[in-house]
C-alpha cells in the first residue's frame, strides 16, 4: 500500500502540473488570444489534455487507485475521498466502449458549429439529426453506468451532481410547479418597462472601477487573483493563490456587468477561501456544480440585489455616474434591478423567473432520456409546456429549444444543478441568519463576517467531500427546497 501510495502522490503532481498549463492557455484562449491565434492554443489544449488522460489512465496509475481503494478505511477522510472518486471515474470510463466514446468526441465536435448555424437560422431541422445521434449516445451511456444505485436519467444527473438524483429533484420541481407556477404568473401579469434613465450610457471605464470597488466590498483577494475582459464572464481558479474572473460591459445595460462582477467574485471566494492544504491534491475547489452556484448566487441575488447592501454602497454608485443617476433615488434602483417579467430566454431571465426555465429543461431531458419524447418533437414540445408555466410561446425556435448550447455539447443532466445552487443558497441564508443578523451585518461596509461563516461552513472543505455532505454539516439539514420557495415567495410579494 505504501508503494501504491508514493506513486499515487507521484502521479498526481504531473497531473495537476498538466491542469496547471491547460489553465493556464484556456485562460489566454478567453481573454487575450487574438482570434488567429486560437487555433493554436486549442491545439496545445487538445495535446495537454491527451497527455493527462495518457495519465490518467495509465495501468500502474489505475492499479495504485485500486490497491488505494481497497485499503481506504485506513486513509485519511481528504485522501480517501479523493480515492473513492478516482476510483469510480476509472471504472466509469473503462465501460464506455472506447470505439463509441471516440466517434461521440468527433460528433459533439461537428455538432457544435451546426448548432450554432441552426440557431442563428432558427432551423431546427439543421440541427436534428446531430441531436439525435446525442441522444442516442446519451441513452447508451445510461445503460453502460448504470448500477445498482443509479439507472435511466440518474445516471447523467449524478455526473453534475453527485447524490443528487430524480427523486431529489422531483421533489423540488414539484413544489416548484405547485407553488412558484401561479405566484409567477400573478406577480409578471403586467408587463414592465425598462425605465429611460437605465437606457443611458454608461462608461465601461466606469463601470469597470466600480466593479473593482465591488470586490473591495467583497473581500476578494487581489494578491491572489485577477479580473480581466471576455465575451462572457467566468471564474476559473486553481488552488486558492490564482483566482481568475472575467466581466464584460455593456455601456446601454450597466447593471449587467455588476451583478456578473459580484456572482464571479462569489464563485472566486470559493476558490479562495479552500483550506489551503488542500493545494496541491485534486481535492480542491468547489465540491459541485450546484455548491458554487450556491455561492455565487448567494453574493448576487440574496445580498447583491437587497436593500441593506445597497444602502451602504448605492451612493458611491451615484458618485461613479453623477450624471446618469442623479434623479434615480434608491427606491427607483432597487426596483429596476429587482423587476420580475415573462421572458424567453433562461440567461436573460430574473430571479423569479429563473428556475421555472430550468424545470422546463430538466422535465424535458427526463423523457428524453426515458425515451417518452422524441427529439423530432421537441421544437413543439416546447412551445406547449413554456407557455403552461409563463402564459407566452416563444415565436421562434431560436427564442426556444434552440437558445443554449448544452445539448449541443451532449451535456444532458447539467441543468439542474442551475436551478439547485439557487435553492441551496436560500437553505443557507436562513441558517447563516439564525447565527446572525446577515443584512444588518453589511452595514460594516464589506461582506466579511457572511465570508467567514461560509468559509468555516462551506468553502474550506473544498471538494473533499460530497456536497449533500458539505450541506448536511453546514446547515444540520438535508437539501429542502422549501427555504427557497419561501425566499422568493416572501421577496416579491413586497
Ligand atoms: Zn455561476
Given amino acids: 500500500m505504501e508503494k501504491a501510495l508514493e506513486f499515487y502522490k507521484q502521479q498526481r503532481r504531473k497531473i495537476i502540473a498538466f491542469n496547471y498549463v491547460g489553465f493556464l492557455v ?29 495519465l490518467m489512465t ?9 490497491t488505494l481503494y481497497s485499503q481506504r478505511d485506513s486513509l485519511d477522510d481528504v485522501l480517501r475521498h479523493e480515492i473513492e472518486v478516482a476510483y469510480k471515474s476509472v471504472r466509469d470510463t473503462k465501460k464506455i466502449p472506447p470505439d463509441e466514446y471516440a466517434a461521440y468526441g468527433e460528433l459533439t465536435s461537428k455538432a457544435y458549429p451546426v448548432y450554432v448555424k441552426a440557431k442563428n437560422e432558427n432551423n431546427f431541422e439543421l440541427f436534428r439529426p446531430y441531436l439525435e445521434k446525442i441522444v442516442d449516445y446519451c441513452r447508451k451511456q445510461t445503460k453502460w453506468l448504470q448500477t445498482d444505485d443509479l439507472a435511466g ?21 414539484n413544489a416548484l410547479r405547485e407553488r412558484l407556477v401561479p405566484f409567477v404568473k400573478k406577480v409578471t401579469a403586467t408587463p414592465v418597462k425598462t425605465p429611460d434613465w437605465a437606457k443611458q450610457t454608461f462608461p465601461a471605464d466606469k463601470q469597470k472601477e466600480f466593479c473593482e470597488y465591488l470586490r473591495g466590498v467583497m473581500c476578494f483577494d487581489k494578491s491572489r487573483g485577477i479580473m480581466k475582459v471576455s465575451e462572457h464572464p467566468f471564474t476559473n481558479g486553481f488552488g486558492t493563490d490564482d483566482v481568475r474572473i472575467t466581466n464584460h460591459y455593456y455601456e446601454n445595460k450597466f447593471d449587467s456587468s455588476i451583478f456578473s462582477a459580484i456572482h464571479e467574485t462569489g464563485h472566486a471566494l470559493y476558490e479562495q477561501q479552500c483550506d489551503k492544504s488542500l493545494n496541491g491534491t485534486l481535492s480542491g475547489g468547489g465540491a459541485s456544480l450546484g455548491l458554487h452556484e450556491s455561492q455565487s448566487r448567494f453574493y448576487e441575488n440574496v445580498i447583491g440585489r437587497s436593500r441593506a447592501f445597497w444602502q451602504v454602497h448605492y451612493p458611491v454608485l451615484k458618485q461613479t455616474f453623477p450624471e446618469q443617476l442623479s434623479d434615480v433615488n434608491l427606491d427607483d434602483f432597487l426596483a429596476y434591478i429587482n423587476t420580475a417579467e415573462r421572458s424567453f430566454v433562461r440567461t436573460e431571465a430574473d430571479e423569479l423567473t429563473y428556475p421555472l426555465h430550468v424545470m422546463l429543461r430538466y422535465e424535458i431531458e427526463q423523457k428524453v432520456i ?9 421544437p413543439q414540445y416546447w412551445k ?12 421562434t425556435d431560436t427564442l426556444g429549444v434552440l437558445q443554449d448550447v448544452h445539448w449541443a455539447y451532449g451535456n444532458f443532466g447539467y441543468f439542474p444543478t442551475y436551478a439547485l445552487g439557487s435553492a441551496i443558497a436560500s437553505q443557507l441564508f436562513y441558517y447563516m441568519n439564525k447565527d446572525f443578523d446577515v443584512y444588518a451585518s453589511l452595514q460594516s461596509g464589506n461582506t466579511a463576517k457572511i465570508n467567514e461563516w461560509l468559509r468555516e461552513r462551506v468553502h474550506k472543505y473544498g471538494s473533499s467531500k460530497y456536497p449533500d455532505e458539505i450541506l448536511l454539516l453546514a446547515t444540520g439539514e438535508a437539501f429542502n427546497p422549501d427555504y427557497y420557495i419561501d425566499y422568493l415567495i416572501n421577496k416579491y410579494s413586497r
Fill in 26 to 54: 484556456g485562460w489566454d484562449m478567453e481573454t487575450d488570444a487574438a482570434e488567429q491565434s486560437i487555433m493554436a492554443d486549442s491545439e496545445q489544449v487538445a495535446v495537454i489534455s491527451e497527455m493527462t488522460y495518457q
Fill in 58 to 66: 495509465d495501468p500502474e496509475f489505475e492499479q495504485a487507485v485500486a
Fill in 153 to 173: 436519467y440518474d445516471v447523467l444527473l449524478d455526473m453534475y451532481e453527485p447524490h443528487y438524483n430524480q427523486a431529489k429533484y422531483d421533489r423540488f420541481f
Fill in 370 to 378: 426515458s425515451n417518452e419524447l422524441q427529439v423530432k418533437d421537441l
Fill in 384 to 395: 406547449t409546456k413554456f407557455n403552461e408555466y409563463f402564459g407566452i410561446t416563444p415565436p
